[in-house]
């Protein structure tokens, strides 16, 4: 049997980013725990850049583990093989982030109760580390924003076109931190969630919204009962997959706001094809409600924000569970129009997806007369509900968008 013998494991899967990686690395070497108490293992996921050097060379008082990937993986199979590989009680799975002194210490604190799940995604934490020339137009615009206050340092070409912007010195002491900023979006997505959901989001249908793999802490018992990473999921949607799994084997998902862990900014590679068709799979995978309709966050669609998604899945769980007789039609008619989302997606992902309706109420047209008009009562009275005690807000506007999908 295989002896556990650290109190944490921090795995970084990485691919082509070594001038970030060696950021990551450097900002871990003064923790506040001691050094043998954790390790850390980075999986070189078939990289054709300079970090095989930067693992060979870098030199942490720290146990660094390389892992090395003959051919490009992907970030779930590249988590797993660390996870196999590792001896910690408790797993962090960390991309190319910069962290404080505490960053470790902070997670392990909460792990004294079970069965929690400790996120930082949502502190909404950035820093510009480097600046890369191909930048989209919106990083440039952010960068331009956010760095007036790096007049004063000596920037150093790293490689041909990108800008290192601070020194080796600079990350190890973490004084880069205070040039990092924060994107306010996400912690007022959280805020937002705590304040009509508890602390811990006890009572929303979500909560595995919260596992987003940059930065976050989970029990490896209870990983090990939801099983691994699907690595069927290469580039995306593979921790909200995961998520899920966590939360249907009894997680308790918190983000902590005290823990630092900053995003460095950098290229974005991502197909929209690739993203629709990862949607496409985890919605096939678990075809239920709230999973379906989690592809109304793309763009290609909706474009709704997280916040309003799961307010959303949770009202209309609200309304499953405690009055299903009173509103069975609307009930019937948004799960109907939740499996309809999901057939729309497979029809994007095969490029014969017809155009969304002009109208909602274009969309009362796919039913028989008779059910239509017994919805449309019961959304009426929905509508009255909400203003009187219940608030069915997001869930009554999200109905109205999924009208519009073609049939």
Not at 40 to 45: H, K
Not at 145 to 162: A, E, R
Request: glycine share 4%.
């Amino acid at each position: 049997m295989k002896d556990y013998d650290r109190e944490a494991s921090i795995i970084i899967p990485t691919y082509n980013r070594a001038e970030l990686l060696e950021f990551t690395l450097l900002s871990l070497y003064k923790q506040s725990i001691p050094a043998n108490t954790f390790e850390v293992i980075v999986v070189n996921d078939g990289s054709t850049d300079q970090t095989p050097t930067v693992l060979s060379k870098i030199q942490p008082p720290y146990n660094l583990v390389a892992l090395h990937n003959k051919t490009n993986r992907g970030a779930a199979y590249s988590r797993n093989k660390g996870i196999q590989s590792s001896r910690g009680k408790i797993i962090i799975f960390l991309d190319e982030m910069l962290v404080d002194k505490n960053f470790i210490k902070n997670h392990l604190k909460y792990h004294v109760q079970e069965d929690m799940v400790v996120t930082t995604h949502y502190n909404g934490q950035k820093i510009f580390s480097h600046y890369y020339p191909n930048f989209s137009l919106r990083q440039k615009q952010k960068f331009k924003k956010h760095s007036g206050k790096l007049n004063s340092i000596n920037n150093k070409k790293y490689k041909k076109g990108v800008l290192r912007l601070f020194s080796k010195q600079d990350v190890i002491n973490h004084s880069i931190l205070r040039y990092g900023f924060r994107d306010g979006s996400r912690p007022k997505w959280f805020r937002s969630f705590q304040a009509a959901y508890g602390k811990y989001l006890e009572e929303m249908a979500t909560p595995w919204f919260l596992f987003i793999t940059n930065g976050v802490s989970v029990p490896r018992k209870l990983l090990e009962n939801a099983g691994l990473f699907d690595e069927k999921l290469k580039t995306w949607m593979e921790d909200w997959e995961l998520g899920y799994r966590l939360y249907l084997a009894g997680a308790k998902f918190y983000n902590a706001s005290e823990i630092a862990c900053y995003h460095q900014n950098h290229l974005i590679s991502r197909s929209p094809k690739d993203k629709l068709a990862n949607y496409l799979y985890f919605i096939q995978k678990h075809p239920v409600t709230e999973v379906l309709l989690v592809p109304a966050i793309s763009p290609a669609i909706f474009s709704w924000s997280v916040e309003k998604l799961g307010k959303l899945i949770t009202q209309y769980k609200e309304l499953e569970n405690n009055s299903a007789a009173t509103y069975r039609h609307f009930i019937a008619a948004f799960r109907e129009l939740a499996e309809t989302l999901g057939r729309h997606v497979a029809r994007l992902v095969s490029n014969s997806a017809l155009p969304l309706l002009k109208s909602a109420e274009a969309g009362f047209a796919r039913w028989e007369p008779d059910f239509a008009g017994k919805v449309r009562k019961q959304l009426a009275q929905l509508k009255q509900e909400s203003l009187l005690s219940s608030n069915y807000h997001d869930l009554i506007i999200g109905f109205k968008d999924l009208l519009r999908l073609p049939q």
